[in-house]
């Protein structure tokens, strides 16, 4: 039926929007708090010294309000910042390990990948609407990650 309706305007339509962006990096699973024996068995190849590089895929989700006025649960160009400074700038063409102060006592799995994400973006998004970090570490490998 054609109008409009208080449930039309006032009701709260919660909507996810996602923007991906990938990324390049090579990095080495090592951990500091493990002896060199516990590290080769536990990452296997993944623990090789000159490490290994990846093409990673990052999905970053928001979740709110759909803007009665904007239309927007935000706006993906203001996402597309967030991503950039977030993860691009700091890891796209990087080694993780080495060139990601984080990443030096922490080590580089994709859990902790999401992790260090999920915690800058937390701080450039606006508040409450982070929702998921979802990286596909290789097409079979993927982590999600929302802040718990
Ligand atoms: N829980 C996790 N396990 C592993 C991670 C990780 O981040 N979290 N990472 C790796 C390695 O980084 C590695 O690069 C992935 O190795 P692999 O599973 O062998 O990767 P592929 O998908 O490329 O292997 P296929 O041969 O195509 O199956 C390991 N574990
Ligand atoms: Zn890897």
């Given at each position: 039926?054609?109008?409009?309706?208080?449930?039309?305007?006032?009701?709260e339509r919660i909507g996810y929007i996602t923007r991906a962006q990938s990324f390049s990096a090579c990095h080495r699973l090592h951990s500091v708090?493990?002896?060199?024996?516990?590290?080769?068995?536990?990452?296997?190849?993944?623990?090789?010294?000159?490490?290994?590089?990846?093409?990673?895929?990052?999905?970053?989700?928001?979740?709110?309000?759909?803007?009665?006025?904007?239309?927007?649960?935000?706006?993906?160009?203001?996402?597309?910042?967030?991503?950039?400074?977030?993860?691009?700038?700091?890891?796209?063409h990087k080694n993780l390990d080495k060139d990601v102060p984080y990443f030096a006592k922490v080590v580089s799995t994709t859990e902790n990948v999401a992790v260090y994400i999920w915690d800058n973006m937390v701080k450039v998004v606006p508040p409450s609407l982070l929702y998921e970090i979802r990286i596909y570490e290789t097409d079979k490998n993927i982590v999600i990650y929302r802040g718990e």
């Open positions: 039926m054609a109008g409009f309706s208080v449930s039309d305007s006032a009701a708090h493990l002896s060199d024996e516990e590290n080769k068995r536990i990452y296997g190849k993944c623990n090789n010294p000159n490490g290994h590089g990846h093409n990673y895929k990052v999905e970053v989700t928001v979740r709110g309000k759909i803007d009665f006025l904007t239309g927007m649960v935000m706006n993906l160009t203001d996402l597309k910042r967030c991503i950039e400074e977030v993860i691009m700038i700091p890891l796209d």
